[in-house]
């Protein structure tokens, strides 16, 4: 059993950076493939990027170039650094974990075994 519980949500400007954290707690947190993930209201909870064992990492289209994903494995910590925010950025952020080898990496939900809360990023225009 895995938690994770997410940090660091709150209000910006457009072009305003945030950082996100993700802690986790339970088990050896490097044997872990780390995802994020995002729900705007009425929407469905969408890709946003995900850091595999190795530390290689793979993002959505849209927020290439701005947002990057890393992991501090002492700490049981995964980050997501969100630079140049823009409107349509808001929306809950989650962190999610599920097990794989060193090099894999996922992109769907279902993928995931772990969810945390969630936190809430708004940016305004």
């Known amino acids: 059993q895995v938690q994770l519980v997410e940090s660091g949500g709150g209000l910006v400007q457009a072009g305003g950076s945030l950082r996100l954290s993700c802690a986790a707690s339970?088990?050896?947190?490097?044997?872990?493939?780390m995802g994020w993930f995002r729900q705007a209201p009425g929407k469905e909870r969408d890709f946003v990027g995900t850091?595999?064992?190795?530390?290689?990492?793979y993002y959505a289209d849209s927020v290439k170039g701005r947002f990057t994903i890393s992991r501090d494995n002492p700490k049981n910590t995964v980050y997501l650094q969100m630079n140049s925010l823009r409107p349509e950025d808001t929306a809950v952020y989650y962190c999610?974990?599920?097990?794989?080898?060193?090099?894999?990496?996922?992109?769907?939900?279902?993928?995931?075994?772990?969810w945390g809360q969630g936190t809430q990023v708004t940016v305004s225009s």
């Open positions: 850091i595999a064992r190795s530390g290689w990492t």
């Open positions: 999610a974990a599920t097990t794989g080898n060193i090099r894999a990496y996922y992109t769907q939900r279902q993928d995931y075994t772990y």
């Open positions: 339970g088990r050896t947190f490097s044997n872990y493939v």
